[in-house]
Structure formats: structure tokens, C-alpha cells
């Protein structure tokens, strides 16, 4: 149980319950990141985040070094932060 990836569990017992996600405390203790967003429409918002270097950190972990995930999962963690490294090396995600 303690080496699941899966964020929640059901139980006919105790119906839905929370697990502690691998390494979540990387994520929980991040640095924070806020930037303007604006939708197709034109409406505007202010995300809030994790700073992108440690976003890039926690996929390429993801990627590498859980090996338990799913092929395809770890695929898409290393895609996800290339493409996160490639907005941040072009100067497109202002820190």
C-alpha cells in the first residue's frame, strides 16, 4: 500500500480515503509561482502553481526513478517536462 502511486483508494469499508502520493512533500513544499493566464475569450486570471524548475525536478524523478509507474505514464512526466524546460530555456516562463 505504502509504494502505491494512486492518490486515493476505495473501500466498501471506509468508502473514499486519501494516500500519501510518492514524494508529494517535494510538491507540497515547493516554491510558489503565480502568472496571468488569459483564456480564448479574452477573460484573464492569475494562476498559482509550483515554480517550474521544481515542476521540471519532480516529472523528470517521476520519469526516471518510479519505476513502478506505467510505461506510458513515465512517458508523458518526461514529455511534460521537457516541454516545461523548453518554455523555461526560451525565456517564455518568467520567474
Known amino acids: 500500500m505504502e509504494d502505491d502511486p ?3 483508494r476505495f473501500s466498501a469499508d471506509e468508502g473514499l480515503w486519501p494516500v500519501q502520493a510518492v514524494c508529494a512533500s517535494v510538491l507540497t513544499s515547493a516554491p ?3 502568472h496571468v493566464v488569459i483564456s480564448p475569450t479574452g477573460r484573464m486570471a492569475l494562476m498559482s502553481t509550483i515554480a517550474p524548475a521544481t515542476f521540471v525536478e ?5 520519469a526516471e526513478a518510479a519505476l513502478q509507474r506505467e510505461v506510458a505514464k513515465r512517458r508523458r512526466a518526461r514529455l511534460q517536462a521537457e516541454i516545461v524546460q523548453d518554455l523555461l530555456d526560451q525565456g517564455l516562463l518568467v520567474v
Open 6 to 8: 494512486h492518490p486515493f
Open 32 to 34: 510558489r509561482f503565480e
Open 58 to 62: 519532480f516529472k523528470r524523478w517521476l
